[in-house]
């Protein structure tokens, strides 16, 4: 019993020891942020924005066999798409795409103007709020524009096809068969 509470004590000191380090490396990283474009966002996430890019924010329709049309255009020759089939997809993805960089510039410029509200000591509850409601509208609207492409994109494909797709793609069900949706015969 002895032997547990010195193991436990030691343990204990150890982890109370290394306490001052990880404080310490977790805000050095932080070192430089208030430098960037936009302070709440890295700058590889707002070319990503500004270029109509995903970021993950479809992951609920692509995980659940609603394909992206990026990846179906990635993968057309080994899905065996149809040449109607590929125009139809690549009507998709370019509506997409220019929507979403659209969205994606006013998102940006809505972060923006919530780092210079801050800056300039200018902001209150109701300018917080007001920022706050546009800056989640657009997101939900960014996201909103990808999820639908992949509804858009499912319509369009084989049964078939989206099982390879998402064989090709190296995602797992664990034997789950593909869930509702709209599939062509």
Do not use: C
Request: charged share 25%.
């Amino acid at each position: 019993m002895i032997q547990m509470m010195r193991i436990v004590g030691v343990t204990i000191l150890a982890i109370l020891a290394l306490l001052p380090i990880a404080w310490a490396n977790q805000h050095a990283s932080r070192g430089g942020q208030e430098q960037r474009d936009v302070q709440a966002l890295p700058p590889e996430e707002i070319q990503a924005y500004l270029a109509g890019k995903g970021l993950g924010l479809a992951k609920a329709a692509e995980l659940n066999h609603y394909p992206g049309p990026a990846h179906v255009l990635e993968l057309a020759d080994k899905l065996a798409l149809t040449s109607e089939q590929r125009e139809a997809t690549e009507k998709i993805f370019s509506s997409m795409e220019t929507e979403a960089k659209r969205v994606g510039k006013e998102f940006i410029e809505g972060e923006r103007e919530l780092d210079r509200l801050f800056a300039d000591a200018s902001i209150n509850d109701e300018t917080l709020d007001a920022t706050l409601d546009q800056i989640g509208h657009l997101q939900a609207a960014i996201r909103g524009i990808h999820l639908r492409a992949h509804l858009k994109q499912k319509a369009l494909l084989t049964k078939e096809q989206i099982a390879k797709y998402h064989e090709l793609r190296g995602y797992t069900d664990g034997g789950k068969p593909s869930q509702g949706g709209h599939h062509r015969p």
